[in-house]
């Protein structure tokens, strides 16, 4: 008897890995290559930044500033190794930094603004299904943010990214060994926090 | 069957022995006792199940939304502001290690016409600042942006060049001022 298979990662990314030629040309500034270049990468930079932070706006911004960093920051980037692991090392690096100034400034509601709740609000024809998928997301908000920032990008990265432990080991610079306890010991944290929410729901 | 000396991973409630439960790495052999040993332990069944769970919810987690239309027109447009700042601050730094140089470059040739130790003095001095500050400066921006401005090379490589006790300017001076003495000899 085996346990279910691990990964079910969500969001299958279909896309082409950018190529070292095109990458050349926006290391040259070519203003097409650059804008390419955000188009092909800023949704898969946002999701991590939106498991990091559980806040649209925040993540965003964060974004956005990770792709800044790279391009700008291009000229330092080794073309013939793989783009991706590199962007989301930079976007890691920033989110991490994000929550630790959020600590730092302690707010009292740590669960996140309704300014996520907004975006979605009075968009939907659906509002009975929009409140569950709030709930739903709410519930993984809760979660995460139960886990420290460096547990919550090794769980993002593996689930929702799909990213094999040696790209994992890439972004975070965490060896192997180190990842595979930690999404375990966060799995259990999790397993945990499902029980007591269902008790006290 | 006496009991084997395991490896941490072969324990079977151990951290190890799950990871490789979870990601499918047990051998055929391991599966089967993995399997028995279900059948008998009630805590490893619920923990099964309870990571099981896990995964189905984290699985089950509705996609991030879609960022907005006007993302990548204003990340791109971010990014053209910051690069045109960097030329521009490049080119500042390249423009004041010129006039800088100029100066100096003026300053050590006066000083050498006008009397030969003193212009020795500031060669000497002007070759240790000069070198000092301009390879620091490079330094630093070699280790920040990565890219050596032509010009400032240049511009460094001129100066030294000129101003350095061996350089050009004291050959210059060298031979002026004895050709002047072979004059003021034969006068």
Redo the contacts between chains.
Sequence with gaps: ??????R????EDGQEAIEGDFLRLAQR?D?AS??KL??TY??KV??VC??MLGE?TE??DA??EA??KA??NL??YDVERPFKPWILRIASNGCIDRIRRRKDALSLDGMGEDGAWE??AGNSPNPEREYL?NE??AA?RA?LEDLSPADRMV?TLF??EGMPYIEIEEVTGLTVSAI??R???A??T??EL??QEETYA | MPEKLKMPSQELHSEAWWIRVLDDELTPDEEVRWGAHLLQCESCRQELAALTRVDLFLSQVPAPPALPAGFTDATVQLIARRQRWRRMLSFLAGSLVIALTSLLVVGVARSTLSSFELGVGVMFFARDTLFHSLVQTMLALLVRWRTILPYMVGTALVAYALVVPDGLLMTFAVVWLSSRRRARGMA
């Design positions: 008897m085996k346990g279910l298979p691990v079910m990662s969500v969001g500034g203003a650059i804008t955000v188009e800023q949704q946002f999701n939106y498991r649209v993540a965003e974004a956005q792709l800044v391009v700008t000229h330092s975006w979605q998928r739903r997301h993984v979660v769980v689930y929702w595979k306890s999404l375990f010991r799995r259990r999790i397993a499902l029980v």
